[in-house]
């Protein structure tokens, strides 16, 4: 049987209420970026005055539209909203997404409590009010108002802020970090955290799930739906300090709750809990393209030794242990080494490391039993040629026998400027996880390592 938010996130018919023919206006938008999407559905304008719009036939309500509709999005006046939820109930649609603010978040509970009593009396699910809605890039339908089309990818994203969630998939696309689904959640009158993390934990187009929240309404709900999805869930959570908590009640009404609760309540759910945005994505490209860490012994290889004891510390600082090598490995590494130095961990292949060093040593390390997640490093140093590195970390990341044989992550880090950027956009794009600081890679691999543990537990192994 299909997950009950299925028609919710793939309508086969779709009514705009508020839809306009001024461009200004947010009804507006949202018809055209339901037209513009490459997505097969019926679409109904709905607009009092109107005949139609953007050359669709309108409609004066959802009760006059022929036939059933799957999704209704909802762009009037807050005050208008209540009727026409009542239109929608009469209608019997199976989903709605209120874009309008104008509820709670701005002290006006009554009219959010209304709404509320609407829609306990029918079977229809909720998103919002106060929402962007959501841009389905697997599938191709924005069903948002606001610019900006998502890469395709495996991660899925939920933030309560709406401005926050437009700015990740900008952020998103730029970091190559490709969405499967980015929803805003609002004020949470039905479809809530929990809904949409168990509508993700059985959607086949999501590998990662992620989640902005200022404060949840029913945390045993939302721990319970971490706790069953068996997917990495990665959530930032705001409002930690005081004057964040307070920043929180003036956002969206909630409340931020204590900090030291929700850590331990994230973390005993399974869920993995970051800093930030930018961590989030660090810890999504590194969970969507790379396997999880079985152990937490880190293999370091660079060609400077600056950066390896930078990235030994920021490992053994998150959790994570750089161990020495075994006598095994100690020996492959030490052939392909000049005499000018020895095998350590880190590693350093020194200055004018080209392909060979970084591709023989990597696979050294990959074979050796004592090391769980691999770093390779390079800094573009005088002699260095980052396109050797880069090429090095292709070949290893893309054979696929390695990966099935070893299952081990490798994460790669770089220092250095225009020409080796270039050469990073080329690796992010191909899904490589690479960074430029010692700390996000090792957070990075962290992750990794804590959803190494994450699965050992589901299956009972430790
Ligand atoms: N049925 C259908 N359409 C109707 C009805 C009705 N019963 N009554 C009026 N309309 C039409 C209006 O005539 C208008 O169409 P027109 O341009 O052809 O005249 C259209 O619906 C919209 O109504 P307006 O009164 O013009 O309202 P406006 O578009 O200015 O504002 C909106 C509506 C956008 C919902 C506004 O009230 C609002 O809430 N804005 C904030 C939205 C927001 O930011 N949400 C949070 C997003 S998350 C984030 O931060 C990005």
Redesign the pocket.
Same mark, same amino acid.
């Given at each position: 049987m299909s997950h009950i938010l299925e028609t919710f996130f793939k309508p086969k018919t779709i009514a705009v209420?508020?839809?306009?023919?001024?461009t200004t206006?947010?009804?507006?938008a949202a018809l055209k970026n339901i037209l513009i999407s490459d997505y097969e559905c019926k679409i109904y304008p709905?607009? !009092?005055?109107?005949k139609e *719009?953007l050359g669709v036939k309108c409609y004066?309500?959802v009760t006059q539209v022929p036939g059933h509709i799957d999704l209704v999005i909802?762009?009037? !006046?807050?005050k208008?909203v209540p009727? *026409?939820m009542r239109d929608c109930t009469q209608k019997k649609v199976k989903n709605v997404i209120i *874009?309008?603010?104008?509820f709670s978040e701005v002290g006006n509970q009554e009219l959010e409590d209304e709404l509320k009593t609407i829609i306990e009396k029918s079977n229809m699910r909720v998103l919002? !009010?106060?929402?962007?809605g959501y841009k389905n890039a697997s599938d191709g339908l924005d069903a948002s108002?606001?610019y900006g089309r998502a890469r395709e990818g495996n991660l899925s994203l939920i933030s309560q802020?709406?401005?926050l969630?437009?700015g990740m998939i900008h952020l998103a696309n730029h970091e190559f970090v490709g969405i499967s689904k980015i929803i805003?959640v609002?004020n949470k009158i039905d479809i809530d955290d929990d809904d949409l993390i168990d509508y993700f934990a059985q959607d086949p187009d999501t590998k990662v799930v992620g989640l902005y929240i200022e404060a949840v309404k029913d945390g045993r709900k939302f721990m319970n739906s971490i706790k069953k999805c068996k997917k990495p869930v990665l959530v930032v959570k705001a409002g930690k300090s005081k004057a964040g908590a307070r920043a929180t009640a003036s956002h969206t009404g909630s409340m931020a709750g204590s900090d030291k609760i929700y850590d331990a309540a994230i973390k005993q759910a399974g869920g993995i809990r970051c800093r930030d945005i930018v961590e989030l994505f660090d810890r999504a490209r590194a969970l969507a393209g790379q396997p999880p860490a079985q152990g937490n012994r880190i293999g370091i290889i660079t060609n400077g030794g600056g950066i390896g004891i930078l990235l030994t510390d920021a490992c053994e600082e998150n959790g994570l242990v750089v161990p020495k090598l075994s006598s095994k490995t100690y020996k492959k590494i030490d052939k392909i080494l000049p005499d000018i130095v020895k095998p350590n961990n880190p590693i350093d292949l020194t200055g004018d490391a080209g392909f060979y060093r970084y591709e023989a040593s990597t696979r050294a390390l990959l074979e050796d039993p004592n090391i769980d997640g691999i770093i390779v490093a390079s800094v573009h140093g005088g002699y260095a040629r980052p396109v050797e590195f880069t090429g090095a970390i292709l070949k290893m990341i893309r054979e696929r026998k390695l990966h099935e044989e070893f299952k081990k992550p490798i994460l790669a880090a770089w220092v250095g400027g225009k020409e080796f950027e270039d050469l990073v956009w080329d690796l992010k794009s191909a899904g490589v996880p690479i960074y430029p600081s010692s700390w996000r890679i090792a957070r990075s691999m962290m992750a990794l390592y804590l959803e190494g543990q994450r699965l050992k537990r589901e299956k009972g192994d430790i």
């Open positions: 209420v508020g839809a306009s023919k001024n206006k947010i009804g507006h709905i607009n !009092p005055k109107e *719009i004066k309500k909802v762009s009037v !006046p807050a208008i009727q *026409i *874009i309008s603010s104008g919002g !009010p106060n929402v962007m108002f606001v802020s709406g401005a969630g437009i805003g609002g």
